[in-house]
């Protein structure tokens, strides 16, 4: 059980800190795209600017996104042999394609980097659509992998062995187009919201430039746009989860008991041994419309499956209400943003708004973070759901527990470094040749 911990522990903490680079490492190119695409079509200067002013962090997360994802695939052999040995013929293929895109990627990365004296700014523009959609690729067959072990598929248990494998059936396995449409999104979301906090933090300071306000409305405009779109993938997941995934359900919503007609309950604390949730607040019937589309459903509760197959409520219902809670944030300050830039017709500087942009910033990466908590605490007990645990899935070499120590003091310090790094100046658009804040 130690080796079990520990392990979960040092593969989560690796995972949590690589979400937040691969996260960026997916919005910031949209962002370069939807930049280089304004200034080409309006012949506007400022948003090449602004988008060479995002070199610097694109390049640099990409770099440290590649470490990361490099450690985790030593982990996984580490760490989950038998998870591997039993996954390895049927997850493989995504992982080795998300190599070829991975490669595409910083090809034009690194063409629209160096082409600035080179390249028409027509050819700059194009090389952002190859990044933007070999960043988004590269995403959907990670997600892949993962939504296989939720839902997987492609293959026959012989003698508790995998036969009969079809590769292409378990990369487009039932829970990979919500998840990856899902994750996509909300990755685009929280990176224009990250950028939105550092343009706010930056006009707090007194620094304010037409290309910073642009820089501002663009990214908001970004993040508002994808924030309703993610609201509406994440309902088309949750209801999939309903149907397919009923354990993980009751543990989300911290549903114990089966009933018909089940209220959603919001917020508080379950107690397993009671069967209650402590200072939650209950919508009644919201739940069986919102898992099957009518008021008066049959809700599975955590009571009608064995209590070794389910989730622990107390680790997926609090991250729930979070990743939801996260949204409703971002969506106030981004209505209150939009009202004021409609009502003053200028980018709002009053300090109300910029503190609620900058409050909103990290909560698209808290939502992602909190969304992947969800997925992972809710699939537990196991590592493939209904043929491995996750405690068969681990490898029983001890020691673990010193690396993991280890590893949490690295992956701190590269996040330090990388911060003073990114923030050490300010967040302007810089002109060709310049860094993200500013710096030469």
């Known amino acids: ?160 062995v995998p036969a009969q494998v079809q590769p292409l059936k378990a990369f487009f396995n039932p829970a990979w187009p919500h998840q990856a449409l899902h994750g996509t999104i909300a990755a ?25 306000k642009r820089a501002l409305t663009l990214s908001l405009a970004v993040g508002t746009i994808c924030l309703p779109l993610m609201f509406l993938s994440g309902d088309w997941a949750a209801y999939f989860v309903a149907q397919h995934e009923k354990p993980k359900l009751a543990a989300m919503e911290a549903h114990f008991k089966t009933s018909r007609g089940a209220p959603l309950v919001m917020g508080g604390w379950p107690d397993p041994a009671t069967g209650e949730v402590h200072f939650g607040l209950e919508v009644p019937k919201l739940l069986s419309f919102l898992a099957h589309r009518d008021l008066n459903a049959v809700v599975e509760g955590l009571d009608a499956f064995p209590a070794s197959d389910v989730p622990d409520p107390r680790l997926v219902h609090p991250f729930f209400d979070l990743m939801v809670g996260s949204f409703f944030v971002m969506f106030v300050a981004a209505c209150r943003f939009w009202w004021r830039r409609l009502r003053h017709r200028e980018v709002p500087l009053d300090k109300w708004s910029l503190w609620s942009l900058l409050f909103a910033g990290p909560f698209g990466m808290i939502a992602l973070e909190a969304g992947w908590m969800v997925t992972e605490f809710g699939r537990q007990p196991w590592v493939v759901v209904g043929f491995l645990r996750t405690e068969q899935g681990v490898t029983v070499s001890p020691g673990i527990g010193p690396i993991f120590l280890l590893f949490l003091l690295v992956y701190l310090a590269l996040t330090a470094g990388l911060l003073k790094l990114l923030l050490g100046g300010e967040p302007a658009g810089g002109g060709p040749g310049e860094g993200p804040y500013g710096a030469p």
């Open 188 to 212: 685009y979301v929280a990176t224009a919201f990250a950028l939105s906090g550092m343009y706010a933090w930056r006009f707090l300071r007194g620094r304010i430039d037409e290309d910073g």
């Open 1 to 160: 059980m130690d080796n079990l911990l520990s392990a979960r522990a040092l593969m989560g903490i690796s995972l949590a800190f690589h979400i937040i680079y691969a996260t960026i490492g997916i919005g910031l190119p949209f962002m370069l795209m939807m930049a280089e695409g304004l200034s080409l079509s309006s012949g506007d200067d400022s948003y090449h600017r602004i988008a060479r002013g995002w070199i610097r962090p694109a390049a640099v997360l990409f770099a440290v996104g590649a470490v990361s994802g490099t450690i985790l695939s030593f982990e996984l052999g580490l760490l989950w042999p038998r998870f591997m040995e039993f996954s390895g013929p049927l997850v493989g293929f995504a992982f080795s394609m998300e190599g070829f895109a991975f490669f595409t990627e910083a090809i034009f990365l690194a063409l629209y980097s160096y082409g600035e004296r080179r390249l028409s700014r027509r050819a700059i523009f194009l090389c952002t659509i190859p990044l933007t959609v070999a960043a988004a690729t590269s995403a959907l067959f990670v997600i892949s992998a993962n939504s296989w072990m939720n839902t997987p598929a492609g293959f026959r248990l012989v003698n508790g």
